[in-house]
C-alpha cells in the first residue's frame, strides 16, 4: 500500500489499523488495512461548502443528504455554509445544523456563516444584496447561541472599531476576510486582531494593484490561510501557480464553494433562493456571476497538483490538515496514531475507491 508519508503524514511505518475508529499502527503483524496499489490519505475536509446532490444548505433541510454525496469525492467532515441572507433563516438553520448530531456521511464541524457582514456593492459575488449588514457583534452573537459558528466570512472594513472581529478571536470564530473591499492596510489591521484566514482568494475581493494593495496582497503577504478553488473557471491555472509559490503548502486550503447542482445534470437550481443556472462545469446566476461551483473535492487536489507543480502530499495536505489545523481541530488531518479514522483511498488518477468515517467504511465505489 502507499501511504503517503511526506509532511508527517503518518508518524512511523507500519500496518495501518482502525482502533475503535482511531488510527493505530502495528509494526509487523497480520495487515488488516489492505490497499496495494492505491493511494491511503487523510479524508479531506471541506470548510466552504453551500450544498451538493440537489440539497442547497439555505433550504434548511435534508443535509444528511449532502453529508452522503460528500463521501464520494473523500470528503470526510465539512462546514455546512449559510449565504446572506435574512438573518432569522441563518439563526435557524445554524440551531437545527447543531442538533444534527451524528450523521450517515461526512462529519458537520459546525457552520461557516458567509455573510451577511459583507461589502454588498463591488464585492457582492453570488450573494443577495438586499440581505447584506453590516458587521456587528450584537448580531453575531445572536447567531453564535449555540456555539456552532466555527468560521465567518466578512468584510473588515465595514466593521467598526474591529469589534466583530475581536469577539470572533474571543470565541475561537476563524475570522474569514472575504467579500470585501479592503485595501492592504485595512486587512492587515484585521489581521493583527484576529482574522487568519482569506475566503476564496481572488473572488470577490479587492485585487492586487502596485499603487493600490487589496486584499489579495494583504494574503500574498501574510502568514495566514488562503481559501482557492482551484476548478479553472474560478482561477486561471497560473495564478494557481503564482499563489503557491507565494503561499507555499502551508498557506492554501482548497475548498469548493459549491452549489446544491454539484453531482446534477445540467438544469436551473436554486442559491440562497437565487436561481443558478448549471451548465457542464460551471454554476452561474442569470446575470452571469458565479454562483460557487460544481467541483468534487478529489478533483481540486488534482488540479491543485496539476496547475501549481506542487507533490501530491502537498495538495492532499491543502484538503485535509491545513483545514484541519485552521478550524482548531486536532484529531483530524493526519494518518498519525490517535488521530480519528478518516481516510480516503485514491487510485493514480486520483478517484476515490473507498471512504472512511471514524473507522466505519461509509463509501466504496
Known amino acids: ?83 446572506t441572507y435574512d438573518l432569522e433563516v441563518v439563526k435557524d438553520i445554524i440551531d437545527r445544523l447543531e442538533k444534527l448530531n451524528d450523521t450517515t456521511g461526512a462529519n458537520i464541524l459546525g457552520v461557516h456563516v458567509e455573510g451577511p457582514f459583507i461589502n454588498g456593492v463591488e464585492f457582492i459575488g453570488a450573494q443577495n444584496q438586499s440581505f447584506v449588514r453590516k458587521p456587528n457583534r450584537s448580531d453575531l452573537e445572536w447567531l453564535n447561541e ?32 472575504g ?22 482568494l481572488h473572488n470577490a475581493c479587492s485585487g492586487h494593484h502596485h499603487r493600490n494593495p487589496g486584499v489579495v496582497s494583504a494574503a500574498l503577504a501574510n502568514d495566514q490561510v488562503a481559501e482557492l478553488i482551484v476548478d479553472g473557471i474560478h482561477i486561471h491555472p497560473d495564478s494557481v501557480r503564482m499563489t503557491y509559490n507565494v503561499k507555499g503548502k502551508d498557506g492554501i486550503i482548497l475548498v469548493t464553494d459549491a452549489m446544491c447542482a454539484k453531482g446534477m445534470e445540467d438544469g436551473i437550481y436554486s442559491l440562497g433562493g437565487q436561481t443558478a443556472i448549471k451548465k457542464g462545469n460551471e454554476a452561474r ?6 454562483a460557487g461551483s460544481v467541483l468534487l473535492m478529489n478533483e481540486a487536489v488534482r488540479n491543485m497538483h496539476k496547475f501549481s ?29 490517535g488521530f480519528d479514522f478518516d481516510i480516503t483511498v485514491l487510485d493514480e488518477e486520483f478517484n476515490v475507491v473507498e471512504t472512511y468515517v471514524n473507522g466505519t467504511r461509509k463509501w466504496r465505489r
Open 1 to 83: 500500500m502507499k501511504i503517503l508519508k511526506e509532511y508527517n503524514f503518518t508518524e512511523f511505518t507500519g500496518d495501518l489499523r482502525n482502533n475503535n475508529g482511531k488510527i493505530s499502527f502495528s509494526e509487523g503483524s497480520e495487515i488488516e488495512f489492505d490497499k496495494r496499489g492505491k493511494y491511503i490519505v487523510p479524508g479531506f475536509i471541506d470548510q466552504h461548502i453551500h450544498g451538493a446532490g440537489g440539497i442547497d444548505t439555505m433550504d434548511n433541510k435534508e443535509i444528511e443528504h449532502v453529508s452522503e454525496v460528500l463521501l464520494k469525492e473523500g470528503t470526510t467532515s465539512f462546514l455546512p455554509t449559510t449565504m
Open 179 to 200: 467579500h470585501s473591499g479592503a485595501s492592504m492596510a485595512e486587512a492587515e489591521l484585521a489581521l493583527e486582531n484576529g482574522a487568519k484566514c482569506f475566503t476564496h
Open 309 to 337: 507543480r506542487c507533490s501530491l502530499e502537498e495538495a492532499v495536505l491543502m484538503a485535509s490538515y491545513n483545514p484541519a489545523r485552521n478550524l482548531g481541530i486536532e484529531n483530524k488531518g493526519l494518518i498519525k496514531a
Open 285 to 290: 446566476l442569470e446575470n452571469g456571476s458565479l
Open 146 to 177: 449555540t456555539g456552532f459558528v466555527k468560521m465567518v466570512t466578512y468584510a473588515p472594513e465595514l466593521d467598526e472599531n474591529l469589534e466583530m472581529t475581536k469577539y470572533m478571536k474571543e470565541q475561537n470564530i476563524v475570522a474569514s476576510i
